[in-house]
């Protein structure tokens, strides 16, 4: 029987989808009931399955493994579906699931971008440590909302408020930069699959309003949407080493290692300098902006190629070759 794709609709299940299908896959969608109609909108999934809310997942099990899916990942699937179903799924999964464990915690990614040797900011254990420019950040899947700037333990006092689940981070001045890798398994080869900027409210409009009025807001940094981005081409060499750095070092602490898609998010500063503070480690939402493709995976493959279809193509290719448990996590 021939293998479906299905993932959770939500996140960038267009595109995991559509690039399911141009690779000749059938597609199953599993959406909240109020979400469905966007997927039969675009017309990407085959099936739709329909649930009430995300913690009813683990219902459509049967279904899915009725139809020989094979469950792609993404962020909201992560967030959404509690950690312990995801553990014990007996639906094949698409990528290294224990790597999630690496992924879901601040400490543990930073240790695992420490093996990899990145420039990192640097944490704040305390607030009375603060000494420059900090930004907190809260715990969980809130896409940067409520985070602040603060430049010492009293400016931290007056915005903190109840919350104790934050971290300080040192604030790095350069321009966000958001890398999109992906590692084939299949191929034995790191790909560049395109760059991406977010757009946050309000940090990113607050530019547009006059200085004096800027005074006294509050910038955050909720994530709206993205933009593509083309990167200088004398940066590659250092995106393609970091992109090798990442993979070695996750090969130390969770083998097989890292696979698949994944998004190291770095401030470059003016001396070029990446500074990564944070990893993801699936396909991200950023992605999105090359649903057709970028330019650099249609330089690679000679055809349009975004990160979904890409996804799609490295099952084909195990399955063709007979190797699809080396990336069944
Ligand atoms: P995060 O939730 O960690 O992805 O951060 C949300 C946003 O905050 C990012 O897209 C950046 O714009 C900004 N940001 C996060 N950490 C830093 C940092 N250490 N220095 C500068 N900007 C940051």
């Given at each position: 029987m021939d293998y479906t794709i299905a993932t959770l609709g939500t996140h960038s299940a267009l595109q995991i989808l559509r690039g399911a299908k141009d690779e000749g896959f059938k597609t199953i969608a599993v959406c909240k009931r109020d979400h469905a109609f966007v997927y039969r909108h675009f017309g990407v999934a085959d099936t739709i399955i329909e649930i009430n809310s995300y913690d009813e997942f683990h219902t459509v099990e049967d279904d899915l493994i009725r139809n020989n899916a094979i469950l792609v990942p993404h962020a909201s699937l992560i967030a959404y579906v509690p950690?312990?179903?995801?553990?014990?799924?007996?639906?094949p999964y698409y990528g290294n699931r224990r790597i999630l464990f690496w992924e879901s915690d601040r400490d543990r990614q930073r240790i695992w971008l420490e093996k990899a040797g990145l420039n990192i900011p640097k944490i704040f254990k305390d607030p009375s440590e603060i000494d420059r420019l900090v930004i907190v950040k809260f715990h969980g899947p809130k896409g940067g909302q409520g985070y602040f700037l603060a430049r010492s333990?009293?400016?931290?006092?007056?915005?903190?408020?109840?919350?104790?689940?934050?971290?300080i981070q040192e604030y790095i001045i350069g321009i966000p930069v958001?890398?999109?890798y992906f590692y084939s398994v299949i191929r034995g080869e790191l790909e560049l699959m395109g760059?991406?900027?977010?757009?946050?409210s309000n940090v990113d409009g607050i530019g547009r309003i006059p200085a004096e009025?800027?005074?006294?807001?509050?910038?955050?940094?909720?994530?709206v949407g993205n933009f593509p981005l083309f990167?200088?081409?004398s940066l590659l060499p250092e995106v393609f080493k970091i992109g090798e750095r990442i993979v070695e070092a996750s090969r130390e602490i969770c083998s097989p290692g890292i696979?698949?898609?994944f998004c190291l998010e770095t401030i470059?500063?003016?001396?070029?300098?990446?500074?990564?503070f944070e990893i993801s480690a699936r396909i991200v939402a950023g992605t999105n902006v090359f649903m057709e493709t970028s330019p650099y995976a249609l330089l690679k493959h000679g055809k349009p190629m975004s990160t979904g279809r890409r996804i799609a193509l490295e099952i084909r290719e195990a399955i063709e070759q007979g190797r699809l448990e080396e990336i069944l996590g």
């Open positions: 950690p312990k179903t995801i553990e014990s799924l007996r639906v333990e009293q400016e931290f006092m007056r915005k903190i408020g109840v919350s104790k689940d934050y971290v958001y890398i999109h760059f991406d900027r977010r757009y946050e009025v800027q005074q006294g807001i509050d910038v955050t940094y909720t994530i990167l200088r081409e696979y698949g898609p470059v500063t003016p001396d070029l300098k990446f500074y990564a």
